[in-house]
């Protein structure tokens, strides 16, 4: 079955500091790769969309590519900002499967002033 | 645009106690999940629809039954409530085409006592 892979959290920056969270993923078939932020006390919203392999996903800063040879999609943005603290979530989904999609467990970002 | 509208956001219910969760989206898609989310165990899925009419298993059916009698409702009932199914319960919905997200509503967080 597919399953998804996250950097185990949490992760603490500083404001302006690099972020790297890795994500792999296991799947039979050809998925779409996402990211989705949730803030607290909010559902997910989704920040950034990849649909095939060496796409770029983008959106608000934060970039990550669909590397189908090394089957990751790491998310990464160059200076973080306080307000950038939130649980992240990567995913997949395949359409051949009633569109479901297998989430990753999270992590968790705080970044401090 | 309201997207997808979860009630109530809140409920305390006694063991053994019955509800029903109500989703609603505005955006015409096809397919609708329900989710729950519980610390460390990241979002499972409890039961999904394809459309009106349908629904089908998820990983974490048992204790719950769904309805989807109208394209943009989706219920979610829990019969006899256990402490158990204390949890944060997310729904979400999709339209068919490949490579787009979910979109979620903002949770509803229910305790049984």
Not at chain 1, 13 to 36: D, H, K, M, R, V
Not at chain 1, 94 to 110: I, M, R, V, Y
Not at chain 2, 37 to 47: E, K, S, T
Request: aromatic share 10%; hydrophobic share 30%; charged share 20%.
């Amino acid at each position: 079955g597919n399953s998804v892979t996250q950097m185990e959290g949490p992760v603490t920056l500083s404001e302006e500091a690099f972020l790297t969270i890795n994500c792999t993923y296991t799947a039979t078939g050809y998925p779409s790769l996402f990211w989705y932020v949730q803030y607290p006390g909010e559902g997910l919203q989704l920040l950034l969309k990849a649909t095939k392999a060496d796409d770029k996903g983008s959106n608000k800063g934060f970039e990550a590519t669909y590397r189908k040879e090394t089957t990751s999609f790491h998310l990464e943005k160059g200076s973080v900002q306080v307000s950038d603290s939130a649980v992240y979530f990567c995913a997949l989904s395949e359409e051949t499967n009633a569109g479901k999609s297998t989430f990753g467990d999270g992590t968790t970002l705080t970044v401090k002033p | 645009n309201a997207g997808v509208t979860q009630t109530p956001k809140f409920r305390v219910l006694k063991t053994g106690q019955s509800m029903t969760l109500l989703c609603a989206q505005d955006m015409n898609h096809e397919y609708m999940y329900w989710y729950r989310q519980d610390p460390g165990m990241g979002l499972r899925l409890i039961h999904y629809s394809v459309g009106e009419g349908t629904t089908a298993k998820g990983e974490v059916p048992d204790g719950y039954n769904v309805s989807r009698l109208k394209k943009q409702n989706f219920l979610l009932g829990l019969e006899s409530a256990a402490p158990s199914q204390t949890s944060v319960y997310f729904c979400a919905s999709k339209d068919g085409l490949r490579g787009q997200p979910q979109h979620f509503g903002d949770g509803t967080r229910l305790s049984i006592l």
